[in-house]
């Protein structure tokens, strides 16, 4: 419980539009463990209406099938994901296998409405289910000179289409500072409407972080390392003046090649408006404090 992430919540953080919590769990205890019951009530907001399972699941970015949109709907079907378990090792005190199972036995699933903002300028609303990042970390006991967090998609290209292309180098990597991963927020997702994770998305189990653009949210994880030192992430590795280690989704800072200022909800058709893009995507009340002090500008 040491390293778990403690702010202290203010009622008007958490009852904002946003976030959604049981008020009960909510009383029952802001400290330490308490923090694991925040949950995300079906939301009433306009700006939250969750996106409908098809804009969800067939309209996706996951270049281990493709790159195209419509290729992991396509192609990602024929990906085994049982048995399935993940690595933990690193700066953990129980480092081993656990498998996949094991851990959802363990884990308390939740539902949590969240804004999903890809670095693409487009959006949605996903109502997730799943758990705490933290819950799962707190399995393998994170030892306290651990700093960042390093997450590691399945390498198979014989059920991976595209990663016998050369497209990005495999497999897909990416990473968290510690406290960011700790953050009650940073979910990993096993459904989505209460129904399994579709492979496409990234079954069985895959990352969250709403506050920040879409490929942070590494899917299919195998394997989870806890380390002193910032880890490398795939985008960027493959392009570091467009993509850094922190892709906080902010609109003033714009990706070099168009703007971040604004996004398009899916599912609203070929004449749906722009809306302005909120920063850390509308978490702001929740996790800006993380950032405190640090040039948002110079770590994009
Ligand atoms: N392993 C892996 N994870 C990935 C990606 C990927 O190509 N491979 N794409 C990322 C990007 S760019 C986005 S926008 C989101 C898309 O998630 P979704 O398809 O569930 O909407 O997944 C992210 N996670
Ligand atoms: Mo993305």
Same mark, same amino acid.
């Given at each position: 419980m040491a390293y778990r992430w403690s702010a202290s919540l203010k009622e008007r953080d958490v009852t904002d539009e946003h976030l959604f919590i049981n008020r009960r769990n909510l009383l029952s205890g802001l400290s330490g463990v308490g923090l694991s019951v925040l949950m995300a009530e079906p939301a009433f907001s306009k700006t939250l209406e969750p996106n409908a399972w098809e804009d969800i699941t067939e309209y996706n970015n996951y270049y281990e099938f493709g790159?195209?949109?419509?290729d992991p709907a396509k192609f990602?079907? &024929?990906?085994?994901?049982? #048995?399935w378990s993940v690595k933990i090792d690193g700066l953990v005190d129980r480092p081993g296998f656990y498998a996949f199972e094991d851990i959802l036995s363990k884990m308390q699933i939740e539902e949590r409405i969240y804004r999903f903002r890809c670095v693409e300028a487009w959006s949605m609303v996903v109502p997730w289910n799943g758990f705490e990042l933290a819950d799962l970390l707190d399995l393998a006991g994170v030892q306290s000179n651990a700093r960042f967090v390093a997450f590691e998609t399945l390498y198979r290209p014989s059920e991976m289409r595209?990663?016998?292309? &050369?497209?990005?180098?495999? #497999?897909y990597v990416e990473g968290l500072r510690m406290d960011e991963a700790m953050h009650p927020l940073t979910m990993m997702a096993t459904g989505i409407y209460g129904r399994d994770i579709p492979n496409q998305n990234g079954a069985p189990l895959r990352l969250v972080v709403?506050?920040?653009?879409?490929?942070?949210?590494?899917?299919?994880?195998?394997k989870i390392t806890l380390m002193e030192r910032q880890p490398p992430t795939s985008w960027n590795k493959a392009n570091a003046r467009e993509y850094g280690?922190?892709?906080?989704?902010?609109?003033?800072?714009?990706h070099p090649r168009w703007s971040q200022a604004s996004e398009r909800k899916l599912?609203?058709?070929?004449?749906a408006k722009r809306e302005p893009t909120m920063k850390f995507n509308g978490y702001e009340n929740e996790v800006s404090m993380l950032y405190k002090g640090m040039n948002l500008r110079k770590h994009f």
């Open positions: 790159t195209g949109k419509e990602a079907k &024929r990906l085994t994901t049982k #048995p595209g990663q016998n292309t &050369r497209v990005l180098d495999w #497999p709403p506050w920040k653009y879409g490929f942070k949210s590494i899917k299919s994880i195998v280690f922190y892709s906080n989704v902010n609109p003033e800072v714009d599912g609203g058709g070929l004449f």
